[in-house]
């Protein structure tokens, strides 16, 4: 069924300005499935304006009152979980299953989570004596964009518009042009539920266009922006034209450690996981594996093996470990990689061809998930985000190695450190360049703790108290005691 996305600005549903579109394609078929808004300045005008005229109305409300409707949307979501798993498993290609169990699950509690932490969130005072006392006033940036990726559409939307509107923040939103139909139900659901017209505006359409014209409107006080590192660096050039509050979280290539005391079995279950969750396409996802050359080939077999049995299919079949591909252009860079991989030397293990699934899906965007070995260290396959189901295997000789091959990337997001000893986990996380370590696991999350990247994967942190004080500014008032 074909279905045409709209604005949704001022609580209305609109279509593009230019009355022009854009196809929206399903991953797992190669079929158009709808059309998009491809929107301009117009649209972008539109949509400021509105939130603006909203904005002081909503920062007055009562905290508890925002918190409400914040729930009322995360209730929206829990009751049509399924229906927006469906939407979102056919726009990205990933397995219905986990759209439902991680996509949906999270998207509800980022919301309640945010619902939360602003009623809990206080200033802060300072005392000083006879003197007189300081209190810190925090009070909303005003109108906000949020501009996000495709990997996971509402997880990552919710994550931002979240802390925005809790903090008495307007927001103009706009998602990637690839997987537009989560965000257009949920700017939907935001006015059905209660949200007052203009404090929660979508605009879809392509970056250089939509996403462009919202970055460099005047009117626009903070962008927060989750995406790739070539995306984000151009933004950054503009916005400090303007000086506008900008938090970028960028991609990455993250090492995962494995050193000689982990168990082989339980560490190549934490790599399928790590390496090929929603087909490697999670910018979390471990994709250079360093292993101590003592049990190098355990890990090595074992994983092979588990990869080798990932089943790639239809999205909506159960059994589907695997799904399609976002984009035939990501699949196209995919098997490019894996190609230069070959040429460098390397040896695949198992995967890294296209695959045709029979029936419904054998026009879709489909690469079997792939391991490889013996690749020279400035292979560019090591080097660079390959967002794909393809992981890299290294052996080091000792910790320092260790350290050197994992922060020998111009990224540094997330790693994985696998062992037994407490000590040496500690140690080896402390040197890691990351914003983000786990120790034995991956992608277990907790909303309060710090969240983001060092060197090229961003600049910030999001989560808990500091999403809601990215969105607001903070002001000291000093009382002089005569
Ligand atoms: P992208 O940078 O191409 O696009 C991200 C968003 O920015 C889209 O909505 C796009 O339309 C918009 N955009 C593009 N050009 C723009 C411009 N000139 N001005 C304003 N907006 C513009 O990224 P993508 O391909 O959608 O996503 C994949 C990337 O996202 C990967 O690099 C991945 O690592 C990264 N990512 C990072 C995190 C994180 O938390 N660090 C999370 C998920 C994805």
């Known amino acids: 069924m074909s279905r045409d996305l709209a604005n949704h600005i001022r609580g209305e549903d609109l279509p593009p300005a230019s009355g022009n579109w854009l196809e929206n394609l ?11 808004p491809d929107s301009g300045e117009k649209d972008i005008a539109r949509a400021v304006a509105a939130a603006g005229q909203a904005q002081p109305d909503w920062a007055a409300r009562p905290v508890a009152e925002r918190a409400r409707l914040l729930e009322g949307l995360a209730d929206y979501i829990a009751a049509h979980a399924d229906w927006l798993a469906g939407l979102e498993s056919a726009d990205t290609g990933k397995p219905l299953a986990l759209a439902r169990d991680v996509d949906m699950a999270r998207a509800e509690a980022n919301l309640r989570f945010f619902a939360g932490a602003v009623t809990h969130w206080s200033g802060q005072s300072h ?15 005003g109108v906000v964009a949020c501009i996000t990726p495709w990997n996971l559409p509402l997880y990552l939307l919710t994550w931002k518009i979240a802390p925005a509107l809790a903090a008495g923040n307007t927001v103009v939103a706009k998602p990637s042009e690839l997987t537009p139909s989560t965000a257009s139900a949920l700017a939907r659901a935001a006015t059905e539920t209660g949200f007052p017209p203009g404090v929660f505006n979508l605009v879809h359409g392509a970056g250089p266009t939509a996403g462009q014209a919202l970055v460099d409107h005047p009117d626009i006080r903070g962008i927060s922006f989750t995406g790739g590192t070539v995306t984000g660096r151009n933004l950054a050039r503009n916005a400090a034209g303007r000086l506008v509050r900008l938090s970028l979280e960028l991609g990455g ?6 050193f000689d005391d982990a168990d082989p079995d339980k560490v190549a279950e934490g790599l399928v996981r790590a390496g090929f969750t929603n087909q490697g396409q999670v910018c979390l996802c471990s994709s250079r594996i360093l292993i101590h050359e003592s049990i190098y080939s355990a890990v090595r077999d074992r994983l092979a093996q588990r990869v080798g049995d990932l089943k790639v299919g239809d999205p909506r079949s159960p059994d589907t470990d695997q799904g399609a591909l976002v984009s035939a252009a990501h ?3 995919v098997l490019g ?15 890294g061809e296209p695959v045709q699934p029979p029936g419904r899906c054998e026009n879709g965007w489909f690469v079997s998930p792939a391991v490889i070995e013996d690749l020279p260290a400035d292979s560019r396959v090591i080097a660079e985000e390959i967002f794909g189901p393809v992981v890299t295997l290294q052996p ?9 091959l994992a922060n020998q990337t111009e990224y540094g997001l997330a790693a994985t450190v ?8 500690h140690r080896v996380a402390g040197r890691l360049e990351a914003g983000i370590v786990w120790v034995n696991g991956w992608l277990v999350r907790d909303l309060r703790t710090p969240f983001g990247g060092m060197k090229a994967s961003g600049v910030g942190r999001e989560g808990g108290f500091r999403s809601l004080e990215f969105f607001t500014e903070t002001r000291n008032v000093c009382i002089v005691y005569d």
């Open 331 to 333: 699949r196209e860079k």
């Open 253 to 258: 290539k993250n090492p995962a450690v494995v």
């Open 26 to 36: 399903e991953p797992a078929t190669g079929a158009v499935i709808g059309r998009v």
């Open 396 to 404: 080091f000789a000792d910790e320092d190695q260790a350290i050197e």
């Open 127 to 141: 005392d000083m004596g006879s003197a007189g006392l300081n209190y810190s006033q925090t009070t909303p940036l």
């Open 337 to 351: 990689y894996i190609d230069q991989a070959r040429r460098d030397g390397g040896r695949i293990l198992c995967g």
């Open 418 to 425: 696998w062992t037994k000893d407490l000590n040496r986990a």
